[in-house]
């Protein structure tokens, strides 16, 4: 063990693994001792617009999570007011495309605003009071180049008060000014944590996302262009000249020059060479090509896009354009689940504040979809990124009517809570209780399509009694698979095996296109009461073989 005193006197541990033979460890002899570690400069704009705009590659870094953070949109839950008139709102607005392009210029820049411009009879460097707001007349998203912040207690203390907009466009007339309050605006620093010491060297910005990838990507941009340059020389011509070295000795350089010119241009010209075939005394003249190998540099090139991939969040095949097996089972999905849990983290960390800030303002303002009265609940629920199979959703929905069975059976659900959830609201999430008051739709008594949807069902057989019902075949028609299920539940009823109740619930999922309202699966459920089975007849025996002795 080996011990060294460091700046204040104190005894450290400098220990180690070298080798004396080798050179391992040894700071005059092993090359790698010689590493260290520098901190890289941050990225100018102009090199962030450059690789944003000149490089697909470094676009997608940055593209990619902003578009999928609101590419499937959300849902507006536990709102008692009118959806459709909120979400005309959001879309006048433009919301997701905002949110969406703040998460961009944040993560690239290392910082973005996103503000709104109110009606709320103050200047936008006032802070803001929702109570005032008459009406929300846009959003808009600045980067953090277009602004400069400001603060009223001295530079750079704590976050700050304000924005001056700094470039000219239509925000600073939006707000009647160029000075902006921090209540006004939602920042965004690209997600990447720093320490308090280097968010105040920045100002109260972040860092881009280029930074921490730059060299990673710039090694494999510079491998490229060697490739390139590789692929051009990959072929090289040799010319033989007899007295080459006596010539150069002499000073006869223009006359090898314009050899050499002479051969090359035969060549490229027409395609051949025309070369002197020498004499006894003087040997011929010769030409061959020779190629260059280029074994390994396929795997060089690869060692350096591993190692961008391993330093991004974005599955290889997206990040590349790789052809995989599947969509969500080929050889990708890890990742790709991988990456939708990143988004998820991401939607719920940044997305649920921002699109939650704007609903404030629009809930708050006199002219807005709820008139100023806030809603005291609502809750963002983020749709999920994967597209599942037919197969996919028809396992789920079948684990789905399993656990909502035996919720019913052991009483912690009601079927009526059971249908509002799953029939009138579609939800595939918990079980929703009815609100107080509101009875659940019937559609209207017609015979006629009791009739038809009996005739589907086996009660009624005779083809032309769905016809007079006036209801088209075509749609009401059940496959074999949908007929046995409604035949095993009948049965299942009939023998007192599930109660009439939750055989209603099961035939409006079985047969919705026939079966369109409780009203109707019980009508035809409730025919099965008094029907009794008949009972087995048994097969005759056959007569039991005679033995001796009997």
């Given at each position: 063990?080996?011990?060294?005193?460091?700046?204040?006197?104190?005894?450290?541990?400098?220990?180690?693994?070298?080798?004396?033979?080798?050179?391992?460890?040894?700071?005059?002899?092993?090359?790698?001792?010689?590493?260290?570690?520098?901190?890289?400069?941050d990225?100018?704009?102009?090199?962030?617009?450059?690789?944003y705009?000149?490089?697909?590659?470094?676009?997608?870094?940055?593209?990619?999570?902003?578009?999928?953070?609101?590419?499937?949109?959300?849902?507006?839950?536990?709102?008692?007011?009118?959806?459709?008139?909120?979400?005309?709102?959001?879309?006048?607005?433009?919301?997701?495309?905002?949110?969406?392009?703040?998460?961009?210029?944040?993560?690239?820049?290392?910082?973005?605003?996103?503000?709104?411009?109110?009606?709320?009879?103050?200047?936008?460097?006032?802070?803001l009071?929702?109570?005032?707001?008459?009406?929300?007349?846009?959003?808009?998203?600045?980067?953090?180049?277009?602004?400069?912040?400001?603060?009223?207690?001295?530079?750079?203390?704590?976050?700050?008060?304000?924005?001056?907009?700094?470039?000219?466009?239509?925000?600073?007339?939006?707000?009647?000014?160029?000075?902006?309050?921090?209540?006004?605006?939602?920042?965004?620093?690209?997600?990447?944590?720093?320490?308090?010491?280097?968010?105040?060297?920045?100002?109260?910005?972040?860092?881009?996302?280029?930074?921490r990838?730059?060299?990673?990507?710039?090694?494999?941009?510079?491998?490229?262009?060697?490739?390139?340059?590789?692929?051009?020389?990959?072929?090289?011509?040799?010319?033989?000249?007899?007295?080459?070295?006596?010539?150069?000795?002499?000073?006869?350089?223009e006359?090898?020059?314009?050899?050499?010119?002479?051969?090359?241009?035969?060549?490229?010209?027409?395609?051949?060479?025309?070369?002197?075939?020498?004499?006894?005394?003087?040997?011929?003249?010769?030409?061959v090509?020779?190629s260059?190998?280029?074994?390994?540099?396929?795997?060089?090139?690869?060692?350096?896009?591993?190692a961008?991939?391993?330093?991004?969040p974005?599955?290889?095949?997206?990040?590349?354009?790789?052809?995989?097996?599947?969509?969500?089972?080929?050889?990708?999905?890890?990742?790709?689940?991988?990456?939708?849990?990143?988004?998820?983290?991401r939607?719920?960390?940044?997305?649920?504040?921002?699109?939650?800030?704007?609903?404030?303002l629009?809930?708050?303002?006199?002219?807005?979809?709820?008139?100023?009265?806030?809603?005291?609940?609502?809750?963002?629920?983020?749709?999920?990124?994967?597209?599942?199979?037919?197969a996919?959703?028809?396992?789920?929905?079948y684990?789905?009517?399993?656990?909502?069975?035996?919720?019913?059976?052991?009483?912690?659900?009601?079927?009526?809570?059971?249908r509002?959830?799953?029939?009138?609201?579609?939800?595939?999430?918990?079980?929703?209780?009815?609100?107080?008051?509101?009875?659940?739709?019937?559609?209207?008594?017609?015979?006629?399509?009791?009739?038809?949807?009996s005739?589907?069902?086996?009660?009624?057989?005779?083809?032309?009694?769905?016809?007079?019902?006036?209801?088209?075949?075509?749609?009401?028609?059940?496959?074999g698979?949908?007929?046995?299920?409604?035949?095993?539940?009948?049965?299942?009823?009939?023998?007192?095996?599930?109660?009439?109740?939750?055989?209603?619930?099961?035939?409006?999922?079985?047969?919705?296109?026939?079966?369109?309202?409780?009203?109707?699966a019980?009508?035809?459920?409730?025919?099965?009461?008094?029907?009794?089975?008949?009972?087995?007849?048994?097969?005759?025996?056959?007569?039991?073989?005679?033995?001796?002795?009997?």
């Amino acid at each position: 063990m080996t011990m060294k005193r460091d700046h204040a006197g104190r005894f450290v541990r400098a220990d180690g693994m070298a080798n004396v033979l080798t050179g391992l460890g040894d700071v005059f002899r092993d090359k790698a001792m010689g590493t260290r570690l520098l901190a890289n400069a941050d990225l100018t704009q102009n090199q962030i617009d450059a690789l944003y705009h000149d490089d697909g590659l470094a676009a997608k870094i940055v593209d990619m999570p902003a578009n999928d953070l609101t590419r499937e949109g959300f849902e507006l839950r536990d709102f008692d007011g009118d959806l459709q008139v909120v979400e005309s709102e959001l879309e006048t607005l433009a919301a997701l495309e905002h949110v969406s392009d703040l998460d961009r210029w944040g993560s690239a820049y290392g910082g973005a605003l996103l503000g709104a411009a109110l009606d709320d009879g103050l200047p936008a460097y006032e802070p803001l009071d929702r109570g005032r707001i008459q009406r929300v007349r846009g959003l808009f998203v600045l980067d953090r180049h277009c602004v400069t912040p400001v603060w009223s207690r001295g530079r750079n203390v704590g976050e700050p008060d304000g924005y001056m907009i700094v470039t000219d466009g239509p925000e600073a007339e939006a707000i009647q000014g160029r000075l902006i309050h921090a209540s006004r605006v939602q920042k965004f620093c690209g997600g990447t944590p720093l320490s308090r010491l280097q968010r105040q060297l920045r100002m109260g910005w972040g860092v881009s996302v280029y930074k921490r990838v730059w060299e990673r990507l710039r090694r494999i941009l510079v491998a490229y262009g060697y490739g390139e340059t590789i692929l051009q020389d990959i072929s090289v011509d040799v010319f033989t000249i007899a007295g080459l070295a006596e010539a150069m000795q002499r000073g006869q350089e223009e006359y090898v020059r314009k050899r050499l010119m002479a051969m090359q241009l035969g060549k490229d010209v027409l395609h051949g060479v025309a070369l002197d075939a020498g004499t006894k005394e003087r040997p011929a003249e010769g030409y061959v090509t020779q190629s260059r190998s280029v074994t390994g540099i396929r795997e060089l090139i690869e060692m350096f896009v591993n190692a961008l991939v391993s330093a991004v969040p974005i599955p290889r095949s997206e990040l590349l354009g790789e052809t995989t097996g599947g969509l969500n089972t080929g050889t990708n999905s890890g990742e790709k689940r991988t990456y939708n849990a990143f988004i998820k983290g991401r939607q719920t960390r940044y997305g649920t504040r921002w699109i939650n800030w704007i609903l404030e303002l629009l809930f708050a303002s006199k002219e807005g979809p709820t008139r100023g009265a806030v809603p005291p609940k609502w809750t963002i629920h983020w749709h999920s990124l994967l597209s599942p199979t037919e197969a996919e959703v028809a396992d789920l929905e079948y684990k789905i009517a399993q656990t909502d069975e035996i919720r019913w059976r052991t009483g912690a659900a009601s079927s009526d809570d059971i249908r509002y959830t799953r029939i009138e609201l579609g939800s595939r999430g918990g079980i929703e209780e009815r609100p107080e008051g509101d009875d659940p739709p019937d559609m209207p008594d017609e015979d006629a399509a009791i009739e038809a949807a009996s005739a589907a069902a086996g009660a009624v057989s005779d083809p032309a009694a769905v016809a007079a019902a006036g209801s088209d075949v075509q749609a009401s028609a059940l496959n074999g698979a949908q007929m046995k299920e409604i035949r095993e539940l009948a049965s299942q009823i009939v023998m007192r095996q599930l109660p009439i109740e939750f055989g209603i619930e099961m035939l409006l999922i079985a047969a919705p296109g026939v079966v369109r309202s409780p009203a109707d699966a019980r009508r035809i459920l409730e025919s099965l009461r008094n029907f009794v089975p008949a009972a087995p007849v048994a097969a005759p025996q056959p007569d039991a073989p005679i033995t001796e002795g009997a």
